[in-house]
Each structure stands twice: as structure tokens, then as C-alpha cells.
Nanobody
Framework: QVVLTESGGGSVQAGGSLRLACASSHLLYNPDCMGWFRQVSGEEREAVAVISKDGTTDSADSRKGRLTNSKDKPKNILYLQMNNLSPEDSAIYYC????????????????????WGKGTLVNVSA
């Protein structure tokens, strides 16, 4: 089974930036959908940004313009560049993938994903 490993989380001040990375153990596997989810304690996990097999991206409306989701296909590493962070961005961020479509934030929030990592903590202070 594929193993996803996130990295890049940490503590930053508001206005700062972080780049999260997700490495997949299956270098030759290009899933139908891969993306980032966030979860705050006591709340449901929600999709932040996803990327399809052909590279089409989709982001949650509340974060468009500040988040860039990209993928290094040869290395099968997923990135999430987060800029102008605010305390509301604080959460555990999970890398997830699915062998299903459609690959949109709305669809993945509704139908979920198949595999996810252990998460990386992002803490933004005011």
C-alpha cells in the first residue's frame, strides 16, 4: 500500500509563508487525484487544494490566491505553497490521494480520498 509522508509544517508569524511537501512511496504511480486537506481539532477535515492526474488544480475558494498546489511528477512529490498566512490557517495538513474522479475540492470533500499521511502541523501566530 502506498505511504504518503508530509513535511514542511511549522510555526510562522502571520503574513509568513510555508511550503509543505508530500512524498509518495510509489514513485511510478500517478493517482487520479492528489491533494491537501486540513483539520482543526473538533472540526471535520476539509479539502484545501487538489491536483488531478493531468495536472489540473482546484482550490478552496477561501484560499485561492494564497495557495499554490503543484506536483513534481518524476519524483512524485506534491507541494503546497502557502503565502500570507493567517492564524485561521493553523491546522494539521494532510496529504491524500484517490484512485477516483472527479478531482475537485467539492467532490473530494463529499466522497473523500483513499489514502492519507500522518499530517504535518501548521501553526500561525498573530
Amino acid at each position: 500500500q502506498v505511504v504518503l509522508t508530509e513535511s514542511g509544517g511549522g510555526s510562522v508569524q502571520a503574513g509568513g509563508s510555508l511550503r509543505l511537501a508530500c512524498a509518495s512511496s510509489h514513485l511510478l504511480y500517478n493517482p487520479d487525484c492528489m491533494g491537501w486537506f486540513r483539520q482543526v481539532s473538533g472540526e471535520e477535515r476539509e479539502a484545501v487544494a487538489v491536483i488531478s492526474k493531468d495536472g489540473t488544480t482546484d482550490s478552496a475558494d477561501s484560499r485561492k490566491g494564497r495557495l499554490t498546489n503543484s506536483k513534481d511528477k518524476p519524483k512524485n512529490i506534491l507541494y503546497l505553497q502557502m503565502n500570507n498566512l493567517s492564524p485561521e490557517d493553523s491546522a494539521i495538513y494532510y496529504c491524500e490521494e484517490a484512485g477516483r474522479t472527479p478531482c475537485t475540492v467539492q467532490a473530494r470533500n463529499k466522497y473523500g480520498m483513499d489514502v492519507w499521511g500522518k499530517g504535518t502541523l501548521v501553526n500561525v501566530s498573530a
